[in-house]
């Protein structure tokens, strides 16, 4: 368990009715939905910043067949989560999120109002605010582990809440290739990555792999999800939307876990 700091004043926060409060009077209302808005007009660099509706609903369908099964199964068999406390930064939706509070305490932060309101609808137990990866409101030391999926993180303020283990989910090189093979002429690899933090020590890193059974429905959702779709030219967007009913294609999922623990 956690507490909440009030991003105001620093100091702690406690639930009061449908509130949290500070000493100082600082208010947060609980939504309706169950998470609570921390983000204030210094954590902002957009009206609606963070991923948009679009993304996070194609991110929502997309998950539901199974695509981070492989990383969901990799993180409940290979860290004890059993009765630790857990955050999951840049949350998303909540796959994860979801997944691992099976078996902890466990708190989601992203900045993008709608991907935390559709996470509150999800599950009522897990604790969701919308917040800035740059100024967690939480205290130092809180946390047995942090996980970073396909989220930029700050590494100062990871380390701050940080008493465990951070881990990292990344793109290995080929992942989604066949995607990037439908879209372009001459699709390339994702760049060899330099897994050095620093104030951290790489504790381990694992290569985990899946498949991505794609068809004619959910090719174009799993194309929104990614950063390619703002990348990729129209005319080769269309190009899957025209694809005949029977189109089926294995998609390659490679995603590399590292595991961090503080220097
Ligand atoms: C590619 S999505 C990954 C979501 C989720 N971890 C997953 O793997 O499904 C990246 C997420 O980071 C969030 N994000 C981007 N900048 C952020 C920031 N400064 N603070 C908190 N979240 C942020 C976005 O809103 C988005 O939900
Ligand atoms: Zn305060």
């Given at each position: 368990m956690?507490y909440?700091k009030?991003p105001?004043?620093?100091?702690?926060?406690?639930?009061n009715?449908?509130?949290?409060?500070?000493?100082?009077?600082?208010?947060?209302d609980v939504?309706?939905?169950?998470?609570?808005?921390f983000?204030?007009?210094?954590?902002?660099h957009?009206?609606s910043?963070?991923?948009n509706?679009?993304?996070?609903?194609?991110?929502r369908a997309?998950?539901?067949e199974?695509y981070y099964?492989?990383?969901?199964?990799?993180?409940t068999?290979?860290?004890s989560l059993?009765g630790?406390?857990?955050?999951?930064?840049?949350?998303?939706?909540?796959y994860?999120t979801?997944?691992i509070?099976?078996?902890?305490s466990?708190y989601?932060?992203?900045?993008?109002k709608?991907?935390?309101?559709l996470c509150?609808?999800?599950?009522?137990?897990i604790f969701?605010?919308?917040a800035?990866?740059?100024?967690?409101?939480?205290f130092?030391?809180e946390?047995?582990?942090?996980f970073s999926?396909?989220a930029?993180?700050?590494?100062?303020?990871?380390?701050?809440?940080?008493?465990?283990e951070?881990?990292?989910?990344?793109?290995?090189?080929?992942?989604?290739?066949e995607?990037k093979?439908?879209?372009?002429?001459?699709?390339v690899?994702?760049?060899e990555?330099?897994?050095?933090l620093?104030g951290?020590?790489?504790e381990?890193?694992?290569?985990?792999?899946?498949?991505?059974?794609s068809?004619?429905?959910n090719?174009l959702?799993?194309?929104?999800?990614?950063?390619y779709?703002?990348?990729t030219?129209q005319?080769?967007i269309?190009?899957?939307s025209?694809?005949?009913?029977?189109?089926k294609?294995e998609i390659?999922?490679?995603?590399v876990?590292?595991?961090y623990?503080?220097?």
């Amino acid at each position: 368990m956690a507490y909440y700091k009030c991003p105001v004043c620093g100091e702690k926060l406690s639930l009061n009715g449908n509130s949290y409060v500070c000493p100082s009077r600082h208010t947060f209302d609980v939504a309706k939905e169950g998470y609570v808005n921390f983000l204030t007009a210094k954590d902002k660099h957009a009206k609606s910043p963070g991923d948009n509706k679009e993304m996070i609903l194609s991110r929502r369908a997309i998950m539901d067949e199974g695509y981070y099964r492989p990383i969901s199964d990799y993180v409940t068999s290979e860290y004890s989560l059993d009765g630790t406390t857990v955050l999951d930064v840049g949350c998303g939706e909540g796959y994860l999120t979801r997944e691992i509070s099976k078996y902890c305490s466990c708190y989601g932060i992203d900045i993008s109002k709608e991907a935390i309101r559709l996470c509150a609808k999800a599950d009522k137990k897990i604790f969701y605010s919308v917040a800035s990866m740059t100024r967690l409101p939480f205290f130092d030391n809180e946390f047995d582990f942090v996980f970073s999926l396909f989220a930029p993180y700050h590494a100062e303020e990871i380390a701050r809440v940080l008493k465990g283990e951070f881990i990292v989910c990344t793109p290995d090189k080929r992942h989604l290739f066949e995607l990037k093979e439908m879209l372009y002429d001459t699709p390339v690899e994702n760049p060899e990555q330099d897994y050095t933090l620093k104030g951290f020590k790489t504790e381990r890193q694992d290569k985990v792999r899946g498949t991505f059974a794609s068809n004619k429905q959910n090719v174009l959702p799993l194309l929104k999800m990614t950063p390619y779709y703002y990348r990729t030219p129209q005319s080769a967007i269309e190009k899957l939307s025209e694809l005949g009913d029977g189109f089926k294609k294995e998609i390659s999922l490679e995603f590399v876990i590292t595991t961090y623990s503080k220097e």
